[in-house]
């Protein structure tokens, strides 16, 4: 039902846009979150944005160079990366939260609905 795009391979110091596309249902409702696993970690919270894009959550190491964003028309969520470090290689995940939950969660756990993951290679 979710499924995120837009990965590849970069240089260090360059940019990508990350999608993640709904089908099957609606996400309009839904608190949205991107998070990241690299190879031998956990995953870690990149980004989160609110029902009606209004509020946004970043991770440390995501602010200043990350910026999520969803276009609710399109039931569509975007993260826009720029000055990439090798340390972003990751594998990047979309999810949502249940309907009625407003908090931009950070827990992988607390998201209901899980995408597939798009592989980002940040060279040096």
């Known amino acids: 039902q979710l499924q995120a795009s837009g990965g590849g391979l970069v240089q260090a110091g360059g940019s990508l846009i990350l999608s993640c596309a709904a089908s099957g249902r609606t996400f309009r409702n839904n608190v949205m979150g991107w998070f990241r696993q690299a190879p031998g970690k956990e995953r870690e919270f990149v980004a989160a944005i609110s029902k009606d894009g209004a509020a946004t959550s970043y991770g440390d190491f995501a602010k200043g160079r990350f910026t999520v964003a969803r276009d609710s028309a399109q039931n569509t969520v975007s993260l826009q990366m720029s000055g990439l470090k090798p340390e972003d290689t990751a594998v990047y995940y979309c999810?949502?939260?249940?309907?009625?939950?407003?908090?931009?969660?950070?827990?992988?756990?607390?998201?209901?609905?899980r995408g597939q993951g798009t592989q980002v290679t940040v060279s040096s």
């Open positions: 999810a949502a939260r249940s309907p009625a939950i407003t908090v931009l969660a950070r827990a992988w756990s607390q998201y209901a609905f």
